[in-house]
Nanobody, 129 residues
Framework: QVQLVEAGGGSVQAGGSLRLSCAASRHDYSSYHWVWFRQAPEKEREGVAG???????NYADSVKGRFTVSQDNAKKILYLQMNSLKPEDTAMYYC???????????????????????WGQGTQVTVSS
């Protein structure tokens, strides 16, 4: 079982920055795929950015060049640095994890929510214009 706790959400004006963090409880943190998702009101949850234990990343087109996902394996913390925020980035942000098996271990982290087993409770990000 993996417990995930997000922090760092808040309100910011367009063009501003926020850094989200996700603390993981499991000791073999580095074996997993870790992804940030977000869900805006009345919209489906979408994958934003993911990272694996080799440091390979995967980003949604909507955030490329603005968001950076990273991890601190020693502290078991996942980060999402969000720069140049836009009002359309307003959403509840969730971190998620899975232990990849088979061919998934060779691929960059999937951004499909159905692939992920463990979820945090979410942290709200609000960007005003």
């Amino acid at each position: 079982q993996v417990q995930l706790v997000e922090a760092g959400g808040g309100s910011v004006q367009a063009g501003g920055s926020l850094r989200l963090s996700c603390a993981a409880s499991r000791h073999d943190y580095s074996s997993y795929h870790w992804v940030w998702f977000r869900q805006a009101p009345e919209k489906e949850r979408e994958g934003v950015a993911g990272i694996d234990d080799a440091g390979r990343t995967n980003y949604a087109d909507s955030v490329k060049g603005r968001f950076t996902v990273s991890q601190d394996n020693a502290k078991k913390i996942l980060y999402l640095q969000m720069n140049s925020l836009k009002p359309e980035d307003t959403a509840m942000y969730y971190c998620a994890a899975r232990y990849p098996v088979g061919s998934a271990r060779l691929a960059t982290p999937s951004l499909r929510q159905s692939d992920y087993t463990y979820w945090g409770q979410g942290t709200q990000v609000t960007v005003s214009s």
